[in-house]
């Protein structure tokens, strides 16, 4: 159940020029934040900027009751965040939408991040690996800077795989062309792929399995004003094959859905 | 001892002043994990038409100086799947339910609130939504133009006898023409200011940030208009007047009262607080307390302009 909450800032620290990796006190959100859902922050009292900012969960430590964020500075209301000093106190809405279905038994979870798309994935991976369900994770960027909070992915027991676009950390190219590698070699019905990135990063994870019938799960990230089905606001196309198009919230349908539920063409 | 926050929209009694507005309250059920529904003087429902509506292509929302844009395009249920399976929901509150309804055409309105009068369900009033676009007169919104919202209001008075409210769009030169138009047709009472058409653009990709380029604008940057045009209706009319535009304290329900309204709804504060409206109650009667109000409705109209 969603709740607002206090939450002290316990940690803020710069991971890249513009990403910032935000530690809140927060012992029942993070009893119950499951992987892929957000919360929405309150950036600060007054109107200006008046939506909360909706931010994945990036981990969550239920003996310690932290939380983690990690996002990018965007925008006025991010940068007022990436100023918060460890004593302030954030008003916090969460745990919010929809989370990571867990892979058929057996199964390989391959995760698939692009850029600040690792912010999900990370905590899924955190869970999955708890489970004992060591996860492949493959993660890509244009650089090897912005291939953030590679400490933390380091540290988990994961087979992670790097690509950047400039060829300055792993394989040159698209974290896509790793994965169409990574689908070769593996059988489609133990594979279970999930993505969050770009919308052409996800269009191409969506090709490249339907090629070769493996499912899987996509995480979205849009404008979002309320953040709990009310303003409508963050409306996606559903895949329908109906001329009218029908949509689904991002806040309260997803922002974790499955392959081909929305329409990522429109 | 309490203030005594009751105050009447006409032949419709409200607990407290304070309801939310259409369209930033879904149905009511999004709301009701934050707090009890009960506390709310009234709760206006998400607009209802015939027919199921998708509403309009993405982006719909834009964040704006203290404010939103919206082009959400009345995205609802309709009215069958509103009496099924959203209208229960909301009898188990003891607050006002306002059913908000919009139509293409004066037929389409007419058909929408008939079905709504066959439902057994409770509903208290109904706020007619006159501000949407597409109607048959010239792709005009209905509370453009004093003739045609007296005629639609004309009709409407007869298909029900329950309070009718007319929701007016800030949008059009003279409002409280509009307001007076409703007034002699029958409405009960008006609700102002619906949004203000607003553009935001991209400067970087050149393009509009809405999917339909304009779109509603609202938030606490539109509360001066909105507290004008309150004034502006309160000269021209008796009927009572529900302000809406950017109230997110207590202190912006007393300022409408002041200026005129005899309750007022909080709309997209809603979302950035999701119990905004609950907590607006509280303070109101604390501040009531504290000042000796009695009865918060003593403060209608008291509005103090040198002559």
Known sequence: ?266 | MSADLQVAVGPLALKNPVLVASGTFGYGEEFAPYFDLSILGGVVTKTITLEPRAGNPPPRIAETTAGMLNSIGLANVGVEAFIRDKLPFLQQFSTAIIVNVAGRSAEEFQAVLRRLEESELRIDAYELNYSCPNVKEGGMAFSANPHVAHAVTSTLRKVTTRPLIAKLTPNVTNIAEIARAVAEAGADAVSAINTLLGMAVDYRTRRPKLGSIVGGLSGPAIKPVALAKVWEIKKAVDIPIIGIGGIQSYEDVLEFMIVGASAVQVGTANFVVPDCAARIVRDLEKYCDQEGISRVADLIGTLQVST
């Open chain 1, 1 to 266: 159940m969603p709740a607002l909450h206090a939450c002290l800032v316990t940690c803020n620290e710069q991971v890249s020029q513009t990403v910032f990796r935000l530690t809140l006190h927060a012992p029942d959100l993070a009893l119950a934040a499951a992987p892929g859902q957000f919360v929405n922050i309150r950036i600060q009292e007054g109107a200006v900027p008046l939506w909360r900012r909706p931010l994945s969960v990036y981990s969550a430590n239920r003996d310690a009751g932290s939380l983690r964020l990690l996002f990018e500075v965007r925008g006025v209301g991010t940068r007022i965040l990436a100023a918060s000093r460890p004593g302030t106190t954030l008003d916090v809405l969460g745990p919010l939408g929809t989370a990571f279905l867990a892979p058929p038994r057996g199964a390989l979870p391959v995760l698939v991040a692009g850029g600040l798309g690792i912010a999900p994935l990370h905590f899924w991976a955190e869970e999955l690996a708890r489970a004992g369900c060591r996860p492949l994770l493959l993660f890509g960027a244009r650089t090897a800077e912005a291939l953030c909070a590679l400490d933390d992915l380091r540290r988990l027991d994961s087979d992670l795989r790097l690509a950047t676009e400039d060829g300055t950390e792993g394989m040159q190219g698209m974290v896509t062309e790793l994965l169409a590698t990574t689908l070769a070699e593996q059988p489609p019905q133990q594979t279970m792929v999930y993505a969050c990135g770009p919308v052409p990063m996800l269009r191409e994870v969506e090709r490249i399995c339907a090629a070769r019938a493996v499912d899987g799960q996509i995480c979205l990230e849009t404008l979002m004003a309320c953040g709990f089905g009310a303003c409508m606001g963050c409306a996606v196309a559903a895949r329908s094959s109906s001329p009218q198009p029908g949509y689904k919230l991002v806040c309260k349908d997803g922002p974790v859905f499955n392959f081909g539920e929305v329409d990522l063409e429109r």
